[in-house]
Structures are given as C-alpha cells and as structure tokens.
C-alpha cells in the first residue's frame, strides 16, 4: 500500500553515540569502536537512521555482514519488545487502544508491515498476526489469508494495522481500494472489521472507523 516517501529528520543525541558505541563494542571484539561509532552516526544523521540503513550500506560504511544484520535487527527487537510487554486479551475499543496495543511498536519500522488483530464478541483481543512485511513504501498482501486466519481463531470481529515508514499517516489510494477490498471480503464471511489503522514514523495516525 504505497505512501509517499519523506526524509527522515536527522538529530543526533550525544547517547546516540554512547548507545552506538556499546553496541559496537559487543559485536566487535578487541578493538577501539570509539571512533567507529561516530562514523556510522555521522554518515547517517542519527543512531535511528544508522539502525534503519540499508545493510549494503552499512556494509559499504565498514560493518562486517554480522553487524550490519546485527544494526538492522534492533528495530524488531525493539517491536518484540513492545508487542511482549502488552497485558493478556486487552479490550479495543477505539482507535487510541488500538494505537496503544499495537500501533506505536509499528510506527518506528524502516519497512511497512501489515497486521490482523482477532477480537471476540466482546472486543478482547483473541490474537494477532504479521501477515506480510514489505518495503518503505508498500506492502502486498493476501486478502484471503486475513479472512482465512479469522475464521480460524473464531473471531468475531478483525482489525487491521499497518505501518508508514514516513511522516504521512493518510492512506493512499491502493490504501482505500485494499480497505474495500478486505471489508468487502469480510462482510461475505460473517465477519466485522471493527478499523483499519494507519500509523506514521511520528506516532499519528489515522483511523478508517
């Protein structure tokens, strides 16, 4: 679901370089990452930027394969982390629990992702799902695995999350047609699609409810 592109604001935090620098100096061994650290930062703009670079890049930069893979995992380290800590069968009812539940441990991410969340009857959340994972401007997905995943977890209701990898958190029109697709798509099984939730890199978001 394609957006447009913006560019990401650089700001460099003086912990960007000690956080930078730590981690260096555990994936590389027995050597001064000092210097290093400040390279990658400086070349990047930020801690943030260097973590959501392309590997080739990263690697053009000096990182070994291993730290390049290693810089570009902390992203969804950092979202396991977030997704982990929510509390057990949360109830969304709006756009903000929503936001909350899952929306902010998205906003961050370099690619865009697509999400299905099941609710039961009374809007608890029964499960969730990654459905696909694609660039920093689209992502191609199957409606039929979203209406095929609800009907598994026997839900009564699904909503739909995915992530802008820019400052923008309106849809685009491949945005709104998919919508209509999966609503569509839904309303022909039985099923309720309760919201589609866009979120941006600046934790906005827009809700199709």
Same mark, same amino acid.
């Given at each position: 679901m394609a957006c447009a592109c913006d560019t990401k604001s650089n700001y460099v935090n003086e912990?960007?370089?000690?956080?930078?620098?730590?981690?260096?100096? %555990?994936?590389i061994y027995r050597k $001064?990452?000092?210097?290093?650290?400040?390279?990658?930062? %400086?070349?990047?703009?930020?801690?943030? %930027? @260097?973590?959501?670079a392309n590997i080739e890049d990263l690697k053009k930069e000096g990182c070994t394969p291993t730290v390049a893979h290693f810089l570009s995992s902390i992203p969804y380290m950092f979202r396991n982390y977030m997704l982990s800590?929510?509390?057990?069968k949360p109830t969304?009812?709006? !756009?903000?629990?929503?936001?909350?539940?899952?929306?902010? !441990?998205?906003?961050?991410?370099p690619k865009e992702e697509f999400y299905v969340i099941c609710l039961d009857g009374g809007d608890h959340v029964i499960?969730?799902?990654?459905?696909?994972?694609?660039?920093?401007?689209? @992502?191609? #997905?199957? #409606?039929?695995e979203i209406i095929r995943y609800g009907l598994s977890m026997n839900a009564r209701k699904l909503i739909l999350?995915?992530?802008?990898?820019?400052?923008?958190?309106?849809?685009s029109i491949e945005d709104l047609e998919t919508t209509r697709k999966?609503?569509? !798509?839904?309303?022909?099984? $039985?099923?309720?699609i309760s919201d589609h939730l866009i979120v941006n890199y600046e934790n906005k978001y827009f809700s199709f409810a």
């Amino acid at each position: 679901m394609a957006c447009a592109c913006d560019t990401k604001s650089n700001y460099v935090n003086e912990d960007d370089y000690v956080v930078m620098e730590y981690i260096l100096g %555990n994936c590389i061994y027995r050597k $001064d990452t000092n210097n290093f650290g400040h390279q990658l930062i %400086n070349v990047f703009g930020s801690f943030a %930027n @260097v973590c959501d670079a392309n590997i080739e890049d990263l690697k053009k930069e000096g990182c070994t394969p291993t730290v390049a893979h290693f810089l570009s995992s902390i992203p969804y380290m950092f979202r396991n982390y977030m997704l982990s800590k929510q509390r057990p069968k949360p109830t969304l009812t709006c !756009a903000q629990d929503i936001f909350n539940y899952l929306g902010e !441990a998205v906003s961050f991410l370099p690619k865009e992702e697509f999400y299905v969340i099941c609710l039961d009857g009374g809007d608890h959340v029964i499960s969730r799902k990654l459905i696909a994972i694609g660039n920093n401007s689209q @992502v191609d #997905i199957k #409606i039929k695995e979203i209406i095929r995943y609800g009907l598994s977890m026997n839900a009564r209701k699904l909503i739909l999350v995915h992530n802008h990898p820019t400052t923008s958190e309106e849809p685009s029109i491949e945005d709104l047609e998919t919508t209509r697709k999966i609503y569509f !798509a839904a309303t022909v099984s $039985d099923l309720e699609i309760s919201d589609h939730l866009i979120v941006n890199y600046e934790n906005k978001y827009f809700s199709f409810a």
